[in-house]
């Protein structure tokens, strides 16, 4: 399996709501991130999870909240999101001393839409 | 300061010519570096990557990168464009060994006319 898998797919959310993205592999990466992506732009990087901690935080907004339950799952849990938080939101994977070689992988994101 | 510029924002050709891409990076390391195309409500996919192997790297869908060192440049080319290569490209440098020193290019978008 050498995918990353991302759901859902699309999604449409008021101020108040709360959801949650999720993205899986099962290529034995152990490090996971997650990316915004704007129309036109490129990804800009949200956090970093390398062995299941959470070693970067690019100065996200605490209405994101990342969690990774174990090396093969990685959330992204959105509360009280403003309209400009809409975006495509990417999952990527790669391993964690060796990405020079292998760069990253990435799943096909999430397209949310904060109404 | 490491950095990455790709000298197009969008590039058109016809079906059946040559395609060239542009990109320019700067590091103060050995640099990894990678192209990644991402077509309309995608993901990102790795085209090709230099890792101070060859210097001349070939990948999927018939694309290949050369690296210069002396012009600090990873172009990307392609010797027939095909309608299905009408994507976003980007040029990504990973800046060091560190997972989390990847440095995105801004992009070029490239359009492919029949």
């Known amino acids: 399996d050498t995918e990353v898998t991302q759901t859902p797919k699309h999604l449409v959310m008021g101020m108040t709501n709360k959801k949650s993205l999720k993205c899986e592999q099962h290529?034995?990466?152990?490090?996971m991130y997650w990316y915004k992506q704007k129309a036109k732009k490129p990804p800009e990087l949200m956090f970093v999870?390398?062995?299941?901690?959470?070693?970067i935080n690019e100065s996200v907004p605490s209405r994101f909240s990342p969690e990774c339950p174990n090396s093969s799952l990685l959330n992204l849990h959105l509360h009280a999101l403003q309209p400009e938080d809409s975006a495509l939101y990417l999952c990527?994977?790669?391993?964690?001393?060796?990405?020079?070689?292998?760069?990253?992988?990435f799943g096909s994101g999430t397209r949310l839409t904060v109404v | 300061a490491q950095s990455v510029t790709q000298l197009d924002s969008h590039v058109s050709v016809s079906e059946g010519t040559p395609v060239l891409l542009r990109c320019n990076y700067s590091s103060s390391y050995s640099p990894s570096l990678f192209w990644y195309v991402q077509h309309p409500n995608k993901g990102l996919q790795l085209l090709l990557k230099?890792?101070?192997?060859?210097?001349l790297v070939k990948g999927i869908n018939g694309f290949e990168a050369e690296f210069k060192k002396s012009e600090t440049s990873f172009h990307l080319t392609k010797p027939s464009a095909h309608m299905s290569d009408a994507a976003e490209y980007f040029c990504v440098v990973l800046a060091g060994t560190s997972y989390d020193k990847v440095i995105f290019g801004p992009g070029t978008s490239l359009s492919v006319i029949p």
């Open positions: 990527a994977s790669s391993q964690v001393v060796t990405v020079s070689n292998y760069g990253y992988t």
């Open positions: 290529m034995g990466h152990r490090a």
């Open positions: 230099y890792t101070s192997a060859a210097t």
């Open positions: 999870y390398s062995y299941e901690k959470l070693s």
